[in-house]
Each structure stands twice: as C-alpha cells, then as structure tokens.
C-alpha cells in the first residue's frame, strides 16, 4: 500500500518556530480534544507513523512531525542533542496552542519524550516509551547491539548514502518477517532525504547524538505522568531486559510486550495491534490483552 494511501486524509503542513525554523507536521483529527504527538527516531522522518495517524483520528487529535535537522524540516542549526529536540517539542506545541498532549516516541522520540516529560511534567497527559532510547543499557547483548546500530549509521555518512546502504538500514528496523513492508516507495523516500545537500551536511553532527547517549539518560525517577513501555521481542536496540530494569524505576509504570512480528517500528509493523494498544493506554491508562 502506498503511503499516501495509509495517509490520506491528513494534513501535510509547515509551521514555523521561533529557534528550529519551518517544521513539517501531518495532522489528522482537530477537531478532537485528547492530543497525540507521535515523534520519530533517530534519522527518521514523520511518515514512521503513516499507519497510526488516520487510524486514530477518530477520537484523538493527532501530529507527527519532522524534528529539526531530519526530514523535511529545516537544517538551521548547528547543535543537535536530545535536549534540543525537547525544546523544539516545546516550541512546536507553543505555535500549536497546545497546553498539553499525549506523547508517544519511538527510539529517539520515546528518549526526547522523557527528558520533555521530566521537564515539563505540566504538559505531558501520558507518556508511551515506544521501543524508546535513553535508558541504560544493562547487558553485553544491548552494548553489542548499540555498536550494531552505530556501524549501520555510518554506512549512511562517511560514504555518499545509496540504495543498499539505506535498505540494509531500514531492514534494521523490522523484524525479517516484515521485510516485505520495506516498498520501493519507502525505501526510495528516505534515499532521496538522505542525499538532500541539507541533510548530508547536518548528519555527522546528528549521528553523533548516540555516541553521548549516556549524558542524556531520562530521569525516570522523576516521572509522574501515566506511563507505558511497548516494547517488542526483537528490538534490535535497547532491549527487553534494559527496558524491564527501566520500567521499574518508574512509579506505576505499565509494561506491554507486542505479541505480533516486530522488532523497532512496530507501529508500522503491527500497526492494527500497536493502535488498539494505544487508543486504550491514551484513554484510559490501562493497556488491553497481553502484558509481561
């Protein structure tokens, strides 16, 4: 299916920040109360969440957007670090007149979620760690696997990206399983923002974020807002036994394995399972079917 299928509906648009420039935002739904923002990983792009978004209109109010320096949204700034991407967070909910919402962040996104919930816990209503960075990692697996997801990003920045190497990227984000999901269209859409002269000039900086990964851990302590962590068997980073060691440093937290096929973007690999999961959590606070 085509991505601008799963998207139709929704409203591509551009609004401008005062420090981070021009933001490319999808948004479906406005016309309802409970807010989503749903926020990317590392080097990704809003389109992750192009099976969520018209999915969840129904009852929620729903954005994705670009963080500075990814995607589609501007390249203006010189610093790129969890923090600022917190603080983009709150800029773009300022020029969206939202006092608070929902927040749901996948690998970077869950990370940047956290250190936003931390800060401002006024703003945030939930709060879904999606197979989320920013935690400690606990085992020889999960520091192997860092080192994997390293190396895979530096194939895409000291040589000119190309179709094998952004392939073998974004085969790193599903489960072998759903290899098949992986469409010339996606694959041909991340190419073409990985060799945007923008792009290519802002990626050493931003691939270097996971290199200071531990300087930027969530407080989790600190966190007081409803809390879920979705995590996924095969998490190719960060994973299961790290996530376990995090949830229960947070008060209350809930904990949901996904029971289908999926390893990093699951909610683009089981996308019926991770919006049921998510339309009950953001309504109620409770996850439905399977936990750990």
Same mark, same amino acid.
């Given at each position: 299916?085509?991505?601008?299928? !799963?998207?139709? *509906?929704?409203?591509?648009?551009?609004? &401008?920040?005062? =420090? /981070?420039?021009?933001?490319?935002? $999808? %948004?479906?739904?406005?016309?309802?109360?409970?807010?989503?923002?749903?926020?990317?990983?590392?080097?990704?792009?809003?389109?992750?969440?192009?099976?969520?978004?018209?999915?969840?209109?129904?009852?929620?109010?729903?954005?994705?957007? !670009?963080?500075? *320096?990814?995607?589609?949204?501007?390249? &203006?700034?010189? =610093? /790129?670090?969890?923090?600022?991407? $917190? %603080?983009?967070?709150?800029?773009?909910?300022?020029?969206?007149?939202?006092?608070?919402?929902?927040?749901?962040?996948?690998?970077?996104?869950?990370?940047?979620?956290?250190?936003?919930?931390?800060?401002?816990?006024?703003?945030?209503?939930?709060?879904?760690?999606?197979?989320?960075?920013?935690?400690?990692?606990?085992?020889?697996?999960?520091?192997?696997?860092?080192?994997?997801?390293?190396?895979?990003?530096?194939?895409?920045?000291?040589?000119?990206?190309?179709?094998?190497?952004?392939?073998?990227?974004?085969?790193?984000?599903?489960?072998?399983?759903?290899?098949?999901?992986?469409?010339?269209?996606?694959?041909?859409?991340?190419?073409?923002?990985?060799?945007?002269?923008?792009?290519?000039?802002?990626?050493?900086?931003?691939?270097?974020?996971?290199?200071?990964?531990?300087?930027?851990?969530?407080?989790?302590?600190?966190?007081?807002?409803?809390?879920?962590?979705?995590?996924?068997?095969?998490?190719?980073?960060?994973?299961?036994?790290?996530?376990?060691?995090?949830?229960?440093?947070?008060?209350?937290?809930?904990?949901?394995?996904?029971?289908?096929?999926?390893?990093?973007?699951?909610?683009?690999?089981?996308?019926?399972?991770?919006?049921?999961?998510?339309?009950?959590?953001?309504?109620?606070?409770?996850?439905?079917?399977?936990?750990?």
């Amino acid at each position: 299916m085509s991505l601008w299928i !799963d998207l139709l *509906g929704a409203e591509i648009r551009y609004v &401008t920040t005062p =420090t /981070y420039g021009r933001i490319r935002i $999808a %948004e479906a739904g406005r016309q309802n109360s409970e807010v989503i923002l749903f926020q990317h990983g590392l080097n990704g792009h809003l389109e992750a969440y192009a099976k969520n978004l018209m999915a969840l209109s129904d009852i929620f109010h729903v954005i994705a957007f !670009d963080y500075v *320096g990814h995607g589609l949204s501007e390249k &203006t700034i010189d =610093t /790129y670090n969890p923090d600022v991407f $917190a %603080e983009q967070l709150r800029e773009l909910m300022d020029v969206l007149q939202l006092e608070s919402a929902h927040l749901s962040g996948e690998s970077l996104g869950g990370w940047v979620s956290g250190l936003f919930a931390a800060k401002y816990p006024d703003r945030v209503r939930r709060l879904m760690f999606n197979t989320a960075g920013g935690i400690p990692v606990v085992s020889a697996k999960g520091k192997q696997d860092m080192q994997n997801f390293m190396a895979l990003n530096k194939a895409n920045v000291d040589v000119v990206p190309n179709r094998a190497t952004v392939t073998a990227r974004m085969q790193w984000l599903m489960h072998p399983n759903n290899h098949h999901l992986l469409v010339d269209e996606l694959i041909d859409l991340r190419l073409k923002i990985y060799l945007d002269a923008d792009t290519r000039r802002v990626a050493p900086t931003i691939n270097a974020v996971i290199h200071h990964h531990d300087e930027y851990l969530i407080p989790l302590e600190s966190l007081r807002c409803d809390t879920l962590f979705l995590w996924t068997q095969d998490n190719p980073i960060h994973d299961l036994v790290a996530a376990r060691a995090a949830a229960v440093r947070v008060s209350g937290a809930r904990f949901y394995v996904v029971q289908g096929d999926a390893a990093h973007w699951p909610q683009y690999e089981v996308s019926e399972e991770f919006n049921a999961v998510t339309r009950q959590f953001f309504l109620t606070g409770e996850v439905p079917g399977h936990r750990s």
